[in-house]
């Protein structure tokens, strides 16, 4: 008898290893195992539960863009180490070989059904999307092109915030993106994703003509524990999710990952 058990245990193991890495996805929403191709056809949403997972970048090019329309500017701006932080230059290293960027975020010019828009987009996998000197850089330059080259803007935004690698000059970043965008003279949508917050959110990310976020993004400027924490008290149920935030008043729209590019051209449609 324990042969046969033994036996099955084996047989049942064997099949497991047939099942190559990476091919299944825990959705992190519901709990559902996922095959992996599936929920890539469906734009990285649990069909579910309607979990958006993290994507990064060049998919948020590929979903909200005209293919092959992308075209980047101030690709070769990389971060340096003015704070001599340790293993701050190893950090950047390993996000840049994982990532193939040289910092959290692209910036350049693409099309919307054929309209041309200056775009940014942040890769949460650089570094947990943080702003140093170079996303800041990279995003002022963006709202000035914007201004000078008479464009829409939109930024999409994936971020845990200001990068405390480099200190004040992070920091310093809230205040030159927010300048920037008090003299853009064309229209701005901001588009929230899971995360969003402490120092992007409290600079350009909240400064859009038109907020949309994805559906069950965190949205905030500290994390629900850290205020749990602070005011001793239980949160609201969703506390900082897309659709508290919308409740109260700090995003104009929740809208499905599907749908954002039809929403932005709608909008654009509009405002330009």
Known sequence: MKWFERRKRVEK???????PDGFWIKCDGC????????????LMVCPKCNYHFRIDSSIYESILLDEESFKAEDENLAPSDPLRFRNYPEK??????KTSLNDAIICGQGKIEGRDIEICIMDFNFIGGSMGSVVGEKVKRAIQRA????????IVSATGGARMHEGILSLMQMAK??????KLN????SI????TTAGVLASYASLGDVIIAEPGALIGFAGPRVIQQTIKKELPEGFQRSEFMLGHGLVDMVVHRKDLRETVNILLGHLC
């Open 31 to 42: 709990g559902e195992i996922l095959y992996k191709k599936e929920i890539m056809k469906n």
């Open 186 to 189: 064309t229209p701005f949508i």
């Open 147 to 154: 201004s000078g080259l008479e464009l829409p803007l939109v």
């Open 192 to 195: 929230l994703t899971h995360p």
């Open 92 to 97: 950047v290293k390993k996000a840049q070989k």
């Open 13 to 19: 193991e064997s099949k497991r290893k047939e099942i």
């Open 177 to 182: 993106t927010a300048t920037a965008l008090n």
